[in-house]
């Protein structure tokens, strides 16, 4: 019996090794991998350059604490912030670690201007991370755990006038995924985003883009508020930030870095510690080598109409959504998004699911059209079985 206390419903595959974009069982069975670890594996698996940079850290310097300055996470600031446009960055650990950061920031760039307490927007169907400050700002999983933080509300994702109901003299900041994950893929409308840019422009309240999931290229850009061309005022990333090494990361703009948290008002023993950052600043420069936003931008259309061709073949199949390779296929209630999934396993296709019956697509971001082809073969034998 496994001494892992049992909060994920766990698929009966033990995973060993990876190589490219598939996976390896303790059986030695091959798997094509579509899920990358929940959007992390950005560069698939035993990336040798990746791989080489990271030992090389190891041989030098594991961790000296953010008491110290050191190379690797002045030069991955440096990366983060000339991929994202805003000037100030912050490292942490995880997602919800960098939601909490940004909640923080938040809050005191309103007590600056007089507001205690800020209220904070965000939306239904939003997922922000697990702890009790992010999960206040997630829509799901929330009913064991109130009360949560006073002052979230929630309206409706692609709605603004939703949102305009909501504002008021206390909100500090309106945050949402650019395009939404967990909750069923749905990215934001340009229209609605720039909408919010706007209002949070005229009444002075921060825009928070949760980049965590759909960042890092998966779309196409390297952040996916970039297709409705506005610019966040914090953005938060993680997953795909270190492609396996556990690292997030809130980016700021130069106004909020200089009206938010001062020195000794937040703080992280492990964030952004050499080891973390190394892996980041081997993933910006592989993705530069290797031109992956154009890459994704391609096989993304590719998918795409790959994925369309299902909705069309199969009457169960009832949408698509998403931008590129970040894909969501919605099923009506009969066909379980599960049932599929464990199907597709049997069949060494690796997939996920999300939302209200969902079969999610986040494959790593160095798949090819011959992989997506063999994407598109398996699941139409496998839909096909449920005609
Ligand atoms: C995964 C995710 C988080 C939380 O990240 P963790 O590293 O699991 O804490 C937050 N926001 C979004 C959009 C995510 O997909």
Do not use: W
Request: hydrophobic share 40%.
């Amino acid at each position: 019996m496994s001494k892992l206390l049992p909060l994920y419903k766990k698929y009966p595959i033990t995973l060993q090794r990876g190589e490219g974009v598939y996976l390896y069982d303790t059986a030695g069975e091959e798997y094509l991998d579509f899920s990358s670890g929940i959007a992390v594996c950005a560069l698939g698996y035993n990336h040798p350059q990746f791989n080489a940079a990271l030992k090389a850290q190891v041989d030098k310097i594991l961790h000296t604490s953010n008491l110290y300055a050191n190379e690797q996470s002045e030069r991955a600031a440096s990366n983060l912030a000339r991929a994202c446009g805003l000037k100030k960055i912050f490292f942490t650990n995880s997602g919800t670690e960098s939601t909490e950061t940004a909640m923080k920031i938040a809050r005191k760039y309103a007590l600056n201007k007089g507001i205690k307490g800020g209220h904070f927007i965000a939306f239904e169907h939003s997922f922000h991370g697990r702890t009790l400050g992010a999960l206040s700002l997630t829509a799901n999983y929330q009913k064991p755990f109130k009360p949560l933080m006073a002052g979230v509300k929630f309206a409706k994702f692609n709605d603004f006038e939703s949102v305009e109901r909501l504002v008021s003299e206390k909100t500090c900041a309106v945050v949402l995924e650019s395009v939404q994950g967990e909750g069923g893929v749905k990215p934001a409308k340009p229209e609605f985003y720039r909408a919010l840019r706007r209002l949070c422009d005229e009444r002075d309240i921060l825009l928070i883009a949760d980049e965590i999931q759909c960042g890092m290229g998966r779309t196409g850009k390297f952040f996916a508020y970039e297709h409705s061309e506005v610019l966040p005022d914090v953005i938060t990333a993680a997953k795909a930030l270190g492609c396996g090494v556990p690292v997030g990361a809130v980016a700021v703009s130069d106004r909020v870095a200089e009206n938010s948290l001062l020195a000794g008002e937040h703080g992280s023993t492990y964030g952004g510690n050499p080891l973390a950052c190394a892996a980041v600043n081997a993933v910006f420069e592989i993705y530069a080598q290797e031109g992956i936003l154009a890459r994704v931008s391609e096989v993304g259309a590719y998918f795409e109409r790959c994925l369309d061709d299902l909705v069309r073949e199969f009457e169960f199949c009832e949408a698509r959504s998403g931008l590129a390779l970040m894909q969501g296929l919605r099923l009506s209630p009969q066909i379980p998004a599960r049932a599929v999934i464990e199907k597709c396993q049997k069949k060494h296709l690796l997939l996920l699911s999300c939302g209200d019956n969902e079969l999610r697509f986040l494959p790593p971001l160095i798949i090819t059209k011959a992989h997506v082809d063999v994407l598109g073969r398996t699941l139409r034998e496998v839909l096909g079985s449920f005609a």
